[in-house]
């Protein structure tokens, strides 16, 4: 079965500092992967996502990158954090195919980053 | 006008009541549609999908009116259990591939 993992599952970091949050996929290949972001009290936002290994689609300009090293990892990055950074990071992926659910998005558990 | 929009609620319903949600969308290209639960700080988690005019499981029906451009969730003899925030999702169109979410509504069902 498939699963995806994503740490740390917490984090507080100063104002300027930078950012690696990772996610990886196990049981699968070729997912299309995902990072979403949401704030306190609201909807998904999408970040980033990609079809395979170093192709990124941005969805939203901002201080975030991403990147794509292996086939199921999934890295999201900042140089200097702001404020606004702080939220609760989800990655997910789904399946290249599956049969009756192929648009179908599976999530990770999460990072809830606070930025001081 | 946002892509998906849904009722933020809160939805406060005595245990046993029916309750159902409605959300839009924008893009008559949407081919599949999704509801997710969300518990508190936790990540949304399928719930079910609609790919045609709807879909059935136990307690919960979801149902497409592509004519009006909406799906909605119904929810039948509601638990405490139920209690959570629902996402609506809908896959715009071919050739992209992300999910775009509604803000959720939130669902109190009380003893």
């Known amino acids: 079965s498939q699963t995806i993992h994503q740490w740390p599952a917490t984090l507080v970091q100063p104002v300027g500092s930078p950012l690696s949050l990772e996610c990886t996929v196990e049981g699968t290949s070729n997912p299309n992967l995902y990072w979403y972001r949401q704030a306190a009290g609201r909807g998904l936002q999408l970040l980033f996502y990609s079809v395979g290994i170093g192709q990124i689609s941005s969805e939203v300009p901002q201080n975030l990158s991403a990147s794509r090293p292996q086939d199921r990892q999934f890295i999201l990055s900042s140089k200097k954090l702001l404020l606004s950074d702080s939220g609760f990071y989800l990655c997910?992926?789904?399946?290249?195919?599956?049969?009756?659910?192929?648009?179908?998005?599976?999530f990770g558990p999460g990072t809830r980053l606070t930025v001081l | 006008r946002k892509e998906v929009e849904q009722d933020p609620g809160p939805f406060n319903v005595p245990e046993g009541a029916t309750v159902a949600f409605n959300c839009t969308y924008s893009?008559?290209?949407?081919?599949?549609f999704f509801w997710y639960r969300q518990d508190c700080r936790k990540e949304p988690k399928l719930l079910m999908s609609v790919y045609s005019s709807g879909n059935e499981d136990g307690r919960f029906t979801a149902q497409l009116n592509r004519a009006s451009q909406y799906i909605s969730l119904l929810i039948r003899d509601s638990k405490l259990s139920d209690s959570a925030t629902y996402l609506c999702a809908a896959h715009p169109a071919a050739g992209r591939r992300a999910l775009t979410f509604g803000s959720g509504t939130r669902l109190q069902v009380q003893p």
């Open positions: 997910a992926w789904r399946p290249e195919w599956l049969a009756g659910e192929s648009d179908t998005q599976y």
């Open positions: 893009n008559s290209a949407s081919q599949s």
